[in-house]
């Protein structure tokens, strides 16, 4: 086995379908494959970012993120085995992350109803809840709103905002930090109307009131059994 290929956590770098790709040539069919198996946890990819040679060799999307290997860079170390501290909880925060993650993504996928949080004129938070028209794992979600409306004026002003879920019979929260943009494309507007929607756009689709808003997560904290369990990047 040679030595580079073992990243800074230990593991065998040559058993990475990204390593395997992109020591195969690169094959584009293969890597728009894999990028599509992997988004949609903590991020997402595209075809063109499955090219690594190992951790210690190159840096990308997903070694970026890695606290491991950052940690090992610091301290100048081959691999976790050379350090004093080992074990750490940094090697058992990938797993937990994770965990945490797929806890989160299922909430969102089995929520109706979103509280989304935005700043009003005064400074002072609004709480709505909202019926989510659509998500991409816990990075985007999308909701409707008159464009007419306070709630509209308000995020066009401050788009920061946050999101909460809650499963009140098994005593999960998940609270997503980020910002919402106004979306006006009629493509999306298209896809995203519901039946029943006449009732707040009488015009229909193109009703000049009918806006989307588009919320793209920056971080997040889960909350399980009542307990805060994570916090974590997206």
């Not at 584009?28 to 075809?47: I, N, P």
């Not at 993650?101 to 909430?107: G, P, R, S």
């Not at 929520?111 to 019926?131: H, R, T």
Request: aromatic content about 10%; some cysteine.
């Amino acid at each position: 086995m040679e030595k580079q290929l073992i990243a800074y956590c230990g593991i065998d770098c040559s058993a990475c379908p990204a390593y395997q790709i992109t020591r195969a040539g690169g094959d584009l069919v293969a890597r728009r494959k894999l990028a599509q198996e992997w988004s949609g946890v903590q991020c997402q990819f595209d075809a063109e970012e499955i090219a690594c040679n190992g951790c210690m060799h190159s840096s990308w999307k997903m070694t970026e993120r890695c606290n491991i290997r950052k940690c090992a860079i610091e301290k100048e170390k081959k691999t976790c085995g050379h350090c004093a501290d080992y074990p750490c909880d940094k090697i058992h925060e990938p797993h937990e992350n994770l965990e945490a993650i797929q806890i989160a993504i299922n909430l969102v996928q089995n929520s109706k109803v979103a509280f989304l949080g935005s700043i009003g004129e005064d400074g002072y938070p609004n709480i709505k809840a909202m019926l989510e028209l659509g998500t991409n794992g816990l990075e985007t979600m999308y909701f409707s709103s008159n464009t007419s409306s306070q709630r509209v004026a308000d995020l066009r002003r401050n788009p920061k905002a946050c999101l909460y879920y809650v499963d009140k019979e098994n005593f999960i929260g998940l609270m997503l930090v980020g910002e919402i943009e106004i979306v006006n494309d009629q493509a999306i507007k298209d896809q995203l109307w519901r039946t029943g929607f006449e009732r707040y756009y009488p015009l229909g689709k193109t009703d000049p009131d009918y806006s989307i808003l588009k919320f793209t997560s920056k971080w997040g904290k889960l909350y399980n059994g009542g307990k805060y369990v994570k916090c974590f990047h997206i």
